[in-house]
């Protein structure tokens, strides 16, 4: 659709409409204005009004993130983006900025072709990353940038963390945003979507240009909109005429070629440039058409008033004017949701729900190699009636950005849908994710529907046999929009509820109940939908309480009825990042250097974050018994630090060697792992056999795989060895790797020459070099990676064809000191000590019950914050969590 090429057409073609500004300078010339009493700060005069923008979050996922710093595909640097969030938060406050996020918890059925359409692009980019990965090693370029599994989940808490007003829109994303903004009467828009410039804000400034720089600065782009009509030369009132025939999701690019083709000699949609088709356009409305009947032009556009086409390019001309100044009051939510799976639009709007994919029906004309997109069934699923008092608080909740956004698409219209994850989807090596947990969103289904109390009134009406009552069990059946190879996105699954074994309450009851029985319940729902509900899963001393979601997940990992999924050495490099005392130095994981980047370690922490969302998914709809402070990705979870320590697993003789000889934390990785495998019949996965002898196929840089044992025997040396991933590449002298003593190839031009068996020497024992290779050091790229045996001091080591290796000097990475350097931003986490789980189930305040003491908005009260020395008196801090982000001076 040309409208999406709207913006950069205008910020590159049109001179004047669009001019680098600084924020900062922006507030302080609104601060000195006098403005509405509405506007002022606590405390505050008419000459402290601050600057308000409304900021569209899914517009600007990765400045959010603090830009596209290369190790995004190991999986997220969460504390790293809290860190780069508190900095942004810190200069917005200080400089009399008040900012409100928007994030997009809207399933929009009506933009589902153009959702899949998106997706579908980010599969392709997902493919290209994990092809350079498994080529290169390397993280790969910006251009191929893919949001984090748990992107969007990680910034609401951050944000809400450092008390930032975050929301989430119900059921139009755009008209939402734009109605709040001119509803508060904020001063500006931030985003990156040419339909908030049809909508003409007070204000419009670009998310992708904003950079937080050294000098201080806050700098973006804004778009003058009075120059962006004049270059143009249309009046802003015929941008919503602009916008309808560029194409949307209400008429698309297909219902509109013939119309482009009459305006452009020789036009096809592949070759001709946007930039000619947005000039073709305003030059037909400038000189050709009556803007002052719709109908007119409608005829005009589609050669005939009858044709099925007008009626869309009313309704879509319609839509922009309700976003806009005049027309943004006809667009009002209604306060509780629906599950007819039709968009809740005010009575004053007089266009339907927009027919999606029936051209069976429609005269437009249609291309046969187009993807037909999805099929969507317009009769939605039955589904039991959710009481009201649910229905608000999980609306409340869910405008709020409190709630998982899944638990009010699923109760209001029975449906989901789930972006694409990164996963290779040709060598299936590990799970479709968002399937392999599917079997918890089938527990969840049953709470939210109250399945177990239907099959008790029904048992009992049967039974007693009463008239008037139902003696059938309702069928709860829930659509999931998931991406596979042979379905990306056609047609949507239906999923059926899954009762869970024992007397689970109402949904009523786990999210309004009290007492000390109900928070019981809760934890028991939750813990059983993950199927952990064991005892030392409530042991502190085995899980201590902010790392209950990271056991949870990897026990369900671990109990796959589907066939072993982690090998040893990857469940303990989870365990141990969890527990390393680097996950919460957001510099030493700054300055950390992969030497390499594999394809399993990626969509490994790709599929552990896809559990975490599923159990926070499950977490919410049980009635949130584990605090939401708790449930903070970066308690538990870095995928850089994650990927190193799966790197030194893989080549490690023991588990005290990937926790750098601290017995301690091996003790409490034991125990965890106890915990996570307790009554469990454990079977670890091994890795694929190679078609050739000592040739790694899945990266033939890296040269053969290591010697391999087996898993039974887990007693330190040999441990976890023969995994990709194990050593570093290897270049240089047309060699494809380093030559293990167990055999190789001798590779020449990529073509091999000539293949040996193993040396061995009169002992039995391998020759050239020791027994247990290790990684040694290198370069970020790989290229001076080596294998060096244990306990040899030498800087050489000898190959099968005995000659001396140089190998690179090994580059160690000094860990900093408690206090960095100045001006550089320190966290603190409270966790000294982990507050029991009896202590939790005997908090005052639990659930989502109104009558607590509480804010409703709030939830659940977390854990009290623990004492911890500061190392600045000066910083951010979130009442209700104890965590600290300052700033060292």
Same mark, same amino acid.
């Given at each position: ?14 001179? %004047? ?6 924020? @900062? ?19 505050? %005069? ?18 959010? !993130? ?45 933009? &589902? ?32 940038? *893919? ?56 204000? #419009? ?115 922009? @004017? ?14 509780? %949701? ?91 090596? @590990? ?41 059938? +069990? ?48 809760? &934890? ?40 072993? +999924? ?49 159990? &926070? ?18 308690? #538990?979870?870095?995928?850089? @630090? ?26 409490? *990785? ?5 915990? +996570? ?17 000592? *040739? ?129 931003? %320190? ?20 659930? !989502? ?41």
């Amino acid at each position: 659709m040309a409208i999406q090429d709207l913006q950069r057409f205008l910020e590159s073609q049109v001179p %004047g409409a669009c001019v680098p500004v600084d924020l @900062l300078k922006i507030a302080r010339s609104i601060a000195i204005r006098r403005g509405h009493p509405r506007n002022m700060p606590r405390g505050g %005069g008419y000459m402290h009004s601050p600057l308000t923008l409304v900021v569209d979050g899914e517009c600007c996922l990765d400045r959010l !993130y603090g830009g596209f710093f290369s190790d995004w595909v190991c999986g997220g640097q969460w504390n790293r983006m809290v860190q780069f969030l508190a900095v942004l938060i810190q200069t917005v406050q200080n400089n009399n900025i008040e900012l409100a996020v928007f994030f997009n918890g809207a399933l929009e059925q009506q933009r &589902l072709n153009e959702w899949s359409k998106q997706e579908c692009s980010l599969r392709k980019n997902v493919n290209s990353v994990l092809k350079h990965v498994s080529v290169k090693g390397t993280p790969p370029p910006k251009v191929w940038w *893919v949001a984090p599994v748990g992107l969007r989940t990680c910034l609401r808490m951050a944000l809400r963390h450092l008390n930032i007003q975050v929301l989430c829109t119900m059921d139009d994303h755009h008209q939402e945003v734009i109605a709040f903004c001119r509803e508060n009467n904020y001063h500006g828009l931030m985003a990156e979507d040419a339909e908030y410039i049809i909508f003409d804000p007070p204000r #419009y400034f670009s998310s992708h240009q904003l950079k937080l720089t050294y000098k201080g600065s806050l700098e973006t782009k804004e778009f003058i909109l009075d120059e962006v009509a004049r270059g143009l030369g249309l009046q802003r009132n015929y941008f919503c005429l602009l916008a309808a025939l560029l194409g949307n999701y209400l008429l698309t690019e297909t219902d509109l070629r013939d119309f482009y083709a009459a305006l452009i000699q020789g036009y096809d949609k592949q070759t001709t440039p946007q930039e000619e088709i947005i000039r073709a356009v305003v030059k037909f409305i400038v000189n050709r058409c009556d803007v002052n009947n719709l109908l007119t032009i409608g005829a005009q556009v589609f050669g005939s008033i009858n044709d099925p086409r007008v009626a869309k390019f009313k309704e879509s001309v319609q839509y922009f @004017l309700n976003g806009t100044k005049d027309g943004f009051l006809r667009y009002k939510p209604f306060p509780s %949701g629906r599950r007819d799976g039709v968009p809740r639009y005010s009575p004053h709007q007089q266009y339907p729900r927009p027919d999606i994919q029936d051209h069976k029906h429609s005269s437009s004309p249609v291309d046969s190699t187009q993807d037909p997109g999805p099929q969507i069934d317009p009769n939605p699923l039955p589904l039991p009636p959710v009481p009201h008092e649910v229905m608000r608080t999980a609306s409340e909740r869910h405008q709020k950005g409190l709630m998982c956004p899944w638990v009010y698409q699923v109760l209001t219209q029975g449906e989901v849908k789930f972006g694409v994850c990164m996963e290779d989807e040709t060598v299936r090596e @590990l799970p479709n994710a968002v399937l392999f947990f599917r079997a918890i969103r089938q527990f969840v289904y049953a709470i939210l529907f109250n399945l177990h109390h239907h099959t008790f009134m029904a048992r009992k009406a049967k039974e007693e046999g009463q008239k008037g009552l139902a003696t059938e +069990v309702p069928e709860i059946k829930i659509r999931e929009w998931v991406y596979t190879k042979n379905n990306p996105y056609r047609t949507a699954d239906i999923v059926e509820a899954t009762p869970i074994n024992w007397a689970v309450p109402t949904v009523q009851r786990l999210w309004f109940g009290s007492v000390v029985d109900d928070k019981k319940r809760r &934890l028991r729902a939750f813990l059983s939908c993950m199927r952990s509900d064991t005892p030392l899963m409530l042991h502190t001393s085995h899980v201590p309480q902010h790392l209950l979601i990271m056991a949870t997940v990897l026990r369900y990992i671990m109990s796959s009825p589907t066939g072993p +999924v982690l090998r040893k050495q990857e469940l303990d490099a989870f365990l141990v990042t969890a527990f390393s005392p680097d996950l919460t130095n957001a510099h030493y994981l700054q300055d950390l250097q992969l030497p390499l980047v594999t394809g399993r370690g990626a969509q490994l922490a790709a599929l552990f974050m896809m559990g975490v969302e599923t159990a &926070l998914f499950a977490n919410d709809a049980c009635g949130a018994p584990v605090p939401w402070i708790m449930c903070c990705p970066w308690l #538990y979870f870095d995928g850089k @630090l994650f990927h190193a320590k799966l790197i030194k697993a893989n080549c490690a003789r023991s588990l005290l060697e990937v926790c750098e000889g601290d017995i301690e934390l091996v003790s409490k *990785v034991e125990r965890c792992r106890q915990a +996570v495998l307790e009554g469990l019949r454990v079977e670890f996965a091994h890795p694929l056999i190679s078609q050739m002898p000592g *040739v790694n196929h899945n990266n033939p840089k890296m040269g053969p795989y290591p010697p391999y044992p087996n898993f039974a025997q887990h007693n330190g040396q040999g441990r976890g060895r023969g995994a990709v991933g194990g050593a570093p590449p290897v270049r240089g002298n047309g060699m494809g790797g380093r030559m293990f003593s167990r055999g190789g190839q001798l590779q020449v031009a990529g073509v091999v020459v000539g293949s040996w068996g193993p040396n061995y020497g009169s002992n039995g024992r391998p020759r050239g070099g020791a027994r247990y290779p290790q990684y040694g050091g290198g370069m970020r790229d790989g290229s001076s990676g080596s294998m060096v045996g244990r306990g040899q001091p030498t800087r050489f080591v000898r190959s099968t064809r005995g000659r001396p290796t140089v190998l690179a000097k090994r580059r160690t990475i000094k860990k900093r000191d408690v206090r960095p350097p100045r001006g550089r931003v %320190g966290m603190e986490q409270p966790m000294n000590r982990s507050m029991g789980m009896r202590d939790m189930l005997h908090m005052p305040d639990s659930g !989502y019950n109104s009558h607590s003491p509480m804010r409703r908005d709030e939830g659940l009260t977390p854990c009290p914050p623990h004492a911890s020395q500061s190392h600045s008196s000066s910083g951010l801090k979130s009442p209700d969590s104890g965590v600290n982000v300052s700033i060292l001076e």
